[in-house]
């Protein structure tokens, strides 16, 4: 019971999620967390009672912005000394107390591992810096997930942190070695948030698909997850990202192949064509590997839309290896990816070889990016005239259209004045726009 002469005073929480989808769960974990503390989640910087910034490290740009950011708050910590001032994600894991010497703004700084201690940190009962990889699953000490309604799709932390150690890559040092949480917490995670109206879960890790536990009959591989949600009623649609390609097991492909409620689409990053360049990332596989592996994929599920991400400019990058890269890009056909100039990372083996040339890594980038540009176009366009389903997320900006998702993950625009946000419907699509669709209600 609340005691109403003395109610709990509310304070305001402002969050900037900066990168991956795993950030934007954690910081909704966050917030739950928070809201316990009596911290409810405001839109508005300027009015808040504490900034939490949940940062990225995964390219340089991304720690750059992060202290621009701070920068810009130091007028309203100012005005109001008594603002918390928190930085929490992947670049509190790697700079830890760098952060507070550059920025003696900040109050707190807390790792990906340790966020679950963020409210006893704000009571001051935990040291304000916290980047430690505690043996603890910090998701048990996290508060059930609210009991309010959610929107109809929602992100699901099946597994954390990655051994793969390519050669570019901060993840493995910052979100530390590969976790999978328990068969049974997912299980439950998934059937509470069925229950509060969520029908599209997409499961996340950095290393997704290298996720596996204690099933009810011996050790369970990822695909054997995806079994297990899609008999929960209610759950219509399951995603899952990101991958790497060497654990793409037999069990998960065939998946593909026997779950209607797995949707047609995989974000499978490759980084280079090149064998060379492959091998100098560590990425243990080959590219004729790679494109062996999406024809298995592809026969289990012919119409999947498959994208990626790339990385150009990789040190020791030659023109030939680019060639075979947008030769690999050729030969696929990716319904879109990423792609990305190479940025050195500190602490990372490759951090110390000489680089190519910048302006010669724009050029790469640019042509990739044209190429890439263009298969996204016609697979958008290939959508035209088909019937898919659509699930609504939000309400468009004019009066009665709605917004949501197709299989393809394609974003959509359909003329529903009848329809609700959470409908899964059947939508006939008319129209191909530079990122969306259109589409018709169909009969
Ligand atoms: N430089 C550029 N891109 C990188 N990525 C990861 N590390 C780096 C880096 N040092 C890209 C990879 C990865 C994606 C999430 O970010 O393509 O798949
Ligand atoms: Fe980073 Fe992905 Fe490689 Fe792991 S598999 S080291 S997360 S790029």
Sequence with gaps: MTDQANPPAVKKLFIKTYGCQM??????????????????????????????????????KAAEKLYSDLGRLKPLKAERPDLKIGVAGCVAQAEGEEIVRRMPLVDL????????????????????ILTDFPSEDKFDHL?????????????????????????????????????????DRILREARDLVERGVREITLLGQNVNGWHGAGTDGDWGF??????????????????????????????????????????????????????????????????????????IRAARPDILLTSDFIVGFPGETDQDHADTLRLVAEVGFGTAFSFKYSPRPGTPAYDRPEVDGAVADQRLQ?????????????????????????????????????????YLHSVFVE?????????????????????LRGELAA
């Design 23 to 60: 950030n934007v769960y954690d910081s909704q974990r966050m917030a739950e967390a928070m809201g316990a503390e009596g911290y409810v989640l405001t839109e508005d910087q300027a009015q808040a009672d504490m900034v939490l910034l949940n940062t990225c490290h995964i390219r340089e």
């Design 109 to 128: 700084v807390v790792g990906p591992q340790t966020y679950h201690r963020l409210p006893a940190m704000v009571r001051g009962e935990a040291p304000a």
């Design 143 to 183: 508060p059930q997930r609210r009991a309010t309604r959610r929107a109809p799709a929602a992100f699901l932390t099946v597994q954390e942190g990655c051994d793969k150690f390519c050669a570019f890559c901060v993840v493995p040092y910052t979100r530390g070695a590969e976790v999978s949480r328990p068969v």
């Design 223 to 296: 695909g054997r997850l995806i079994r297990a949600l899609a008999r929960i009623p209610g759950l219509d649609r399951i995603r899952y990202t990101t991958s790497h390609p060497n654990d793409m097991s037999d069990d998960l492909i065939d998946a593909h192949r026997d779950i209607p409620q797995l949707m047609p689409y995989l974000h499978l990053p490759v980084q280079s064509g090149s064998d060379r360049i492959l091998r100098a990332m560590n990425r243990k596989h080959t590219a004729a590997e790679y494109l062996r592996l999406i024809d298995r």
């Design 367 to 407: 042509e990739l990016q044209a190429l890439l540009t263009k298969q996204q176009k016609a697979a958008q366009e290939g959508m035209v005239g088909r019937r898919l389903g659509v699930l609504f997320e939000k309400p468009g900006r004019q009066a009665g259209q709605m917004i949501g998702k197709s299989d």
């Design 416 to 436: 529903a004045p009848d329809a609700q946000v959470g409908d899964l419907v059947q939508v006939r699509i008319v129209e191909s726009a530079s990122n969306s």
